[in-house]
């Protein structure tokens, strides 16, 4: 079974706090997601990496930076944490193929999410 | 920009009946696919059922199936014999087939919080 694990299922931190989530996949997938969730607002998506070393910004990157050192992690960072960023984060990853119908159609498999609270 | 809109905040049904969440989706793709999450308590989302809008047959997955409307871009969930474990909330979410470059992620909608009644 694909596993996608996230480094904490709760965490709390400070407004100002520099803040790092961790998501680990263990499947060799290409492409790994972060995305956030909210009520009310369903799921939104911050970053997205399609390789080591690459990034793409998503639909609210703002106040957020990625990294993707290791084809298996990728870290969400919270530069510099604030009130408006407590919420649910959850990490995907998938396969991708060359043809980019094949990388569509590849289901995305989530971690169970980290709920951040900032104070 | 694509948008994905599901109207029912909340749903509830008799275990055993038959329940149906609707989705809509603005596109001006052609070629994209279209999915359900289900997220229960436990957080975990997991795919339920994928549709791609080049196929006119509507997906089916076991007790679960999508009425794909794709002129009127609708894209409506059936539980049919519901469970108490299918109690979750449940998210659609739109990808575009192709684009260009890289892997976009996917476009949810709000969600529907479905309650099963025993």
């Known amino acids: 079974d694909v596993k996608v694990t996230q480094s904490s299922r709760y965490l709390v931190k400070r407004t100002g706090e520099k803040v790092f989530l961790e998501c680990v996949q263990d499947?060799?997938?290409?492409?790994m997601f972060w995305y956030r969730q909210d009520p009310g607002l369903g799921l939104r998506l911050i970053y997205f990496?399609?390789?080591?070393?690459?990034?793409e910004k998503g639909d609210i990157p703002e106040g957020y930076s990625v990294s993707r050192e290791k084809k298996e992690r990728f870290s969400l960072i919270l530069e510099s944490a604030s009130t408006n960023q407590t919420s649910m984060y959850l990490c995907?990853?998938?396969?991708?193929?060359?043809?980019?119908?094949?990388?569509?159609?590849?289901?995305?498999?989530f971690g169970p999410g980290t709920r951040l609270t900032v104070l | 920009a694509q948008t994905v809109t599901q109207s029912q905040p909340e749903m509830s049904v008799q275990e055993a009946e038959t329940v149906t969440l609707s989705c809509t989706y603005d596109?001006?793709?052609?070629?994209?696919?279209l999915f359900w999450y289900k997220q229960p308590p436990s957080r975990q989302m997991i795919l339920v059922i994928r549709?791609?809008?080049?196929?006119?047959q509507n997906a089916t997955e076991n007790r679960f199936s999508v009425n794909f409307q794709k002129a009127a871009k609708s894209f409506s969930l059936k539980i049919s014999d519901s469970q108490l474990g299918d109690a979750a909330m449940y998210f659609c979410?739109?990808?575009?087939?192709?684009?260009?470059?890289?892997?976009?992620?996917?476009?949810f909608g709000k969600g529907t919080h479905l309650i099963i009644q025993p």
């Open positions: 995907a990853s998938s396969r991708g193929l060359a043809g980019g119908y094949a990388r569509a159609y590849n289901e995305q498999f």
């Open positions: 499947m060799d997938h290409e492409n």
């Open positions: 990496s399609y390789d080591v070393k690459m990034k």
């Open positions: 596109t001006s793709e052609s070629d994209y696919y």
């Open positions: 549709q791609e809008a080049y196929k006119q």
């Open positions: 979410a739109y990808r575009i087939m192709y684009s260009g470059g890289g892997a976009d992620g996917l476009t």
